[in-house]
């Protein structure tokens, strides 16, 4: 089993910043790519970001150049590091791993979320 712990995230005006982490428990799985994924009210959830356990990224095109996702492979976390927060951006992030098992299938798991709300 693989456990995801978030933190990070809170509540910010409109042009701030917030850094989400995520740390992903595990003994006998191998964590492959890490990424967010967040789910505004009434809307579904949606990829924000992505990191390969190699350092390859990828972005939602409405975060390109204001978010940066990174990765501690020693520590199995990955960070999101938001810039110039819009309201648009008032979500629940969550966290996501994709893990394989010593039966060398591949699981998903997520985390709990964490509320990002960009208000004035």
């Known amino acids: 089993q693989v456990q995801l712990v978030e933190s990070g995230g809170g509540l910010v005006q409109p042009g701030g910043s917030l850094r989400l982490s995520c740390a992903a428990s595990?003994?006998?799985?191998?964590?492959?790519?890490m990424g967010w994924y967040r789910q505004a009210p009434g809307k579904e959830r949606e990829l924000v970001a992505v990191?390969?356990?190699?350092?390859?990224?990828g972005y939602a095109d409405s975060v390109k150049g204001r978010f940066t996702i990174s990765r501690d492979n020693a520590k199995n976390t990955v960070y999101l590091q938001m810039n110039s927060l819009k309201v648009d951006d008032t979500a629940v992030y969550y966290c996501?791993?994709?893990?394989?098992?010593?039966?060398?299938?591949?699981?998903?798991?997520w985390g709990q979320g964490t509320q990002v709300t960009v208000s004035s």
């Open positions: 996501h791993t994709a893990a394989t098992a010593p039966d060398l299938y591949e699981y998903d798991y």
């Open positions: 990191i390969t356990s190699g350092g390859s990224t």
């Open positions: 595990t003994s006998i799985f191998e964590i492959n790519a």
